[in-house]
Nanobody, 124 residues
């Protein structure tokens, strides 16, 4: 189970930190990632983290503003979003799956099997 939190409304230029807590899985090595989908647009991969080794990947167009991190003790992954723009308005989803070329999630070449319910971010 993946439970996101931290969404909300923010003014342009502001920051938000999303959290995703994972529970109930049995993978020893797994990835977690963040995606977003705006109304009328395709889902976009944002960032991925290999939770055991800490390796991260962020979509190049967002890497200057978005950072993925984790707290392994809490099995929680975070997405720090800075300098937010109205174009960042979307529903943000957390996802997870067994470790296997997870960076391909960002290229839409693979999809994770487990998803959270999503959290809304609105930038005005």
């Amino acid at each position: 189970q993946l439970v996101e939190s931290g969404g909300g409304s923010v003014q342009a230029g502001g920051s938000l930190r999303l959290s995703c807590a994972a529970s109930g899985h049995t993978y020893s090595n797994y990835c977690m990632g963040w995606f977003r989908q705006a109304p009328g647009k395709e889902r976009e991969g944002i960032a991925v983290i290999y939770t055991q080794r800490g390796t991260t990947f962020v979509t190049p167009s967002l890497k200057d503003r978005f950072t993925i991190s984790q707290d392994n003790t809490k099995k929680t992954v975070y997405l720090q979003m800075n300098s937010l723009k109205p174009d960042d308005t979307a529903t943000y989803y957390c996802a997870a799956d067994e470790e296997d070329d997870c960076e391909w999630w960002l290229l839409a070449l693979k999809e994770p099997n487990h998803w959270g319910q999503g959290t809304q971010v609105t930038v005005s």
